[in-house]
């Protein structure tokens, strides 16, 4: 047995076991030759899947460094430095160059991750043809099944799986790999049965392989180019990044500032830190302990470092927050320094992995990096830049947005009317459809350019949904709803039927989106069907309120707290529509937003 990522080892060291056991050191001698020389023309594996490798050897990693320098500017590359794709990367440097086949099992998020794209485009340029069986089963970034089917993994793990194979042939005439590929899903066992039983790539459908993302997968882009003059977000903002990650939410966040106050006050008065351990749960680690936290705590103040964050849509928490606090140090302080600590900030994905898109919110302060999506997370754009002084203390502010970028009727206007106007443009659900394809594998493109009075009425619908979003807008003291129950109810099973959300469902399922076969004696009634199915970053944002409150009794303010979401949803669905209608009435998804006419009208 060896490790193929491990270099040839020491002949010299070989020869001290050749007397004392004589075949493990000929088997080592034979490895050693098979790496140092050997080259294959078939090579089949199954590698493990481990993004933190323990293979971190120079060799190990000299074999993705061309992956990741196809890709230099991302902030993170850790996802190359995966186990299995180190043993993708040296099958093709032990195979045979002129001709072999290499067939591998894998993690699928090579398929279409967009960190992998440098690494396709090597794969697509060194083979004359690559072959997928995608078996899905990803539970991760939240796949969408066709209609009735099922997507369970064919192992026991998160990671969705696809089965490879890859054709080198010295001769190709082509540039790039012809790509054949079949989607597999199902249960566990009909996707076994599929393999079983058939020839697997039988029924595979070509697909075209082109840059800049070099897919293995189906994308929807016949749409793209009427976005070749308009704005990727990310480069319309100064400065950007993920929300906050504080890899011990139940410890450092908590749904009310009293608690969260008592746990730290508690802490820092300890003199034993390992008696609190359990009752914290918390585990030490080289990059954090509990003694340094206590310690941080006493230091800093139990109150000073007490913050509200957006949780998720329309739950506000508190964290105690301190670059120090979170293991390996905030990477995200140069961002969240610009927030604190009421500032605003749009919040949308970078990749929209729940199907449709739904990633765009708002905050005022910190943000969790999971707040407008629930899969990869989610991005921060602060409307100001600020200045920091002392602990936190915030001095003069500056604009983060390019204005040079904008187009005339933009130009001129404050951070947070293009914050606004932005915000608008993202809630058009002709703009989610339309660009479906693009929004999910690369950041919002916003059109700069509109004619004066198009500016206006989304500015002004976009300032109407932010209010709603930080619950700050009157409308939301005007309930839709009725609160049926005890004065205190406990949440427990949540779903919906005939109008109602119940706190004590029957059966519900997740596919059915939540529906209650039985009705229950305690809940709200008056929800609408689509403000109970109205999701926000991925979330049913309805039901994940409650779900995420299962178990604990809701208090007056929680009830009334519930009753403003469904108001604030219920008015979104209202506006969005009307963002529709005012797009339409000045020309329609692109026309309304060409340059020519915008900058007539603007004249």
């Known amino acids: 047995m060896t ?7 020491d002949g010299a060291k070989q020869m001290q076991f050749k ?10 001698q034979a490895v050693n030759e098979i790496k140092r020389n050997k080259r294959f023309t078939i090579i089949v594996g199954n590698p493990p899947y481990a993004k933190n490798s323990s293979n971190r050897s120079v060799e190990a990693e000299k074999l993705v460094s061309e992956y990741k ?5 991302e902030t993170n590359v850790q996802p190359l430095s995966d186990d299995y794709v180190k043993f993708l990367a040296f099958a093709f440097e032990a195979s045979a160059c ?9 993690n699928r998020s090579y398929l279409e991750g967009l960190i992998h794209r440098g690494m396709r485009s090597i794969l697509a340029h060194d ?32 990671q969705g799986v696809s089965i490879s194979a890859f054709l080198r042939w010295v001769k190709r005439e082509r540039n790039s790999a012809q790509l054949l590929r079949r989607d597999v899903w199902g249960t566990r066992q009909e996707k076994y049965k599929v393999l079983r039983e058939s020839v697997a790539y039988a029924g595979a459908l070509p697909l075209t392989i082109s840059e800049p993302y070099w897919f293995f997968a189906s994308k929807e882009l016949d749409t793209q180019g009427e976005q070749v003059s308009w704005v990727s977000i990310d480069k319309l903002f100064r400065i950007s990044g993920m929300g906050v990650k504080s890899r011990r939410d139940h410890f450092l966040i908590d749904e009310t500032k009293e608690a969260l106050h008592s746990r730290m006050l508690g802490l820092a008065c300890c003199n034993e830190v390992e008696r609190l351990r359990e009752v914290l749960k918390v585990k030490d ?8 936290m206590r310690d941080l705590v006493a230091r800093e103040g139990v109150a000073d470092c007490i913050y509200p964050i957006m949780y998720r849509p329309f739950d506000v928490r508190y964290i105690w927050y301190h670059r120090e606090a979170i293991e390996r140090g905030d990477a995200r302080w140069p961002v969240m320094k610009h927030v604190l600590p009421d500032g605003l900030s749009l919040l ?66 404050s951070p947070d ?5 932005i915000y608008a443009v993202l809630h058009s659900p002709a703009y989610r459809s339309r660009y479906a394809g693009a929004l999910r594998i690369e950041f919002p493109k916003i059109p700069t350019t509109c004619s004066p009075e198009l500016a206006q009425r989304l500015c002004g619908l976009g300032r109407d949904l932010v209010s709603l979003h930080l619950m700050e807008s009157a409308i939301l003291e005007e309930f839709i709803t009725t609160y049926a129950g005890p004065k205190h109810p406990e949440v427990g099973r949540v779903g919906w039927s005939d109008g109602t959300v119940w706190l004590d469902a029957g059966r519900t399922s997740a596919r059915e989106g939540y529906r209650a076969a039985d009705a229950g004696a305690i809940g709200f009634v008056g929800v609408p069907k689509e403000v109970w199915d109205f999701h926000i970053g991925g979330y049913q944002v309805c039901h994940k309120w409650l779900k995420d409150r299962k178990g604990r009794t809701l208090s007056d303010q929680d009830i009334t707290h519930y009753q403003k979401i469904i108001v604030a949803i219920s008015e979104t669905i209202r506006i969005m529509g009307e963002i529709d209608e005012v797009i339409e009435e000045h020309g329609g998804w692109p026309g309304a937003f060409a340059t020519g006419k915008a900058d007539a009208d603007a004249g």
Not at 417 to 421: D, F, M, R
């Open 348 to 413: 949308t994905a970078r990749q929209s992995m729940n199907h449709d898109f739904t990633a765009a919110f708002i905050a005022r302060g910190l943000s969790e990096m999971k707040t407008a999506e629930s899969t990869r997370g989610s991005y921060s754009f602060p409307e100001r830049l600020q200045e920091t002084s002392g602990k936190i203390g915030l001095e003069a502010d500056a604009s983060n947005i390019r204005s040079e970028l904008l187009g005339n009727s933009l130009q001129k206007r």
């Open 417 to 421: 009317g293009v914050i606004s106007y």
């Open 127 to 158: 083979c004359l043809r690559i072959l997928v069986v995608d078996l899905h089963g990803d539970t991760n970034v939240g796949e969408r099944p066709p209609p009735d089917m099922a997507n369970e993994n064919v192992f026991d793990i998160q």
């Open 19 to 28: 007397e004392l056991i004589p075949a493990l050191a000929h088997e080592a």
């Open 3 to 9: 490790n193929a990522l491990e270099p040839a080892t």
């Open 69 to 73: 320098r196809l890709v230099y500017g």
């Open 98 to 106: 002129t001709a072999s086949l290499i067939g591998m099992i894998t």
């Open 285 to 292: 680690n080289s990059q954090w302990t509990l003694s340094k």
